[in-house]
């Protein structure tokens, strides 16, 4: 077995070493000191193509290989952890669930930009009692017919600040546990969404974690994720890639 790698990996590894050194260094230091995001950054990396490296390009992803994506993410990191999470969020929690799992409709709608690197996204899974124990998940989304309604607070949320779109678990159905669990896309500025105070960080300060409130939030059926009771499984797929 060859465990060289390719010619075009080298290519991606070195271009993400160019990038880093000419558009991440200036600056990360005050970047990190004063939890500054940096937005002028990531707008590049999405126009490099790194925002959606695994995607295939007929949504807007750069269509490359595993191997490819964590060659830039290392040259990346060594440099700006901050943006790194960013981009390690938007490719892996979000953009890979979002190709794997989604209907087409969703995918020409939420994928496209988000690959492309045009917004960003979040994954909220995580809540103030809900961390390492995923199932216990408090939030819920009631079954209104054509839309849920969805209540609840998550925390910690990488880019929860920063996103347009946000990948939120909720408990649809809590007699089912984890199998009463659904994955929903829902927009940044939907009446009810805000957006909670930011953590301030020990490190990687430029990249922001927030947590998120819904209140009385209504999402379209359309925006949950696969089949009814299928949002477990979803997020844990996601946490593995
Ligand atoms: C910077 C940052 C960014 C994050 N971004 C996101 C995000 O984008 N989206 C999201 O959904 N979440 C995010 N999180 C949340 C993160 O996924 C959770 O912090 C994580 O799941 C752990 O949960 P917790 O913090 O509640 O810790 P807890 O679950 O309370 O765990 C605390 C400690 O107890 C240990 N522990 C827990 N259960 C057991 C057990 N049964 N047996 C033995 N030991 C145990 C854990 O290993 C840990 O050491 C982020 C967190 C941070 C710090």
Redesign the pocket.
Known sequence: MNFNLSEEQLMIQQAARDFAQTELLPGVIERDNAQRFPHEQVKKMGELGLLGMMVDPKYGGAGMDSVSYVLALEEIAKVDASAAVVMS?NNS?VCAGLEKFCNEEQKMKYLRPLASGEVIG?????EPEA???ATSQQTTAVDKGDHYILNGT?N???NGGNATYYIVIAQTDPEKKHKGINAFIVEKGWPGFEIGPKED?LG?RGSD?HSLLFTDVKVPKENRIGEDGFGFNFAMAVLNG
Do not use: C, E, N
Not at 122 to 126: G, I, W
């Open positions: 969020v929690l979040a994954f909220a899974l995580s961390g390492s124990d998550k910690w949320i990488t960080k990687i974690t």
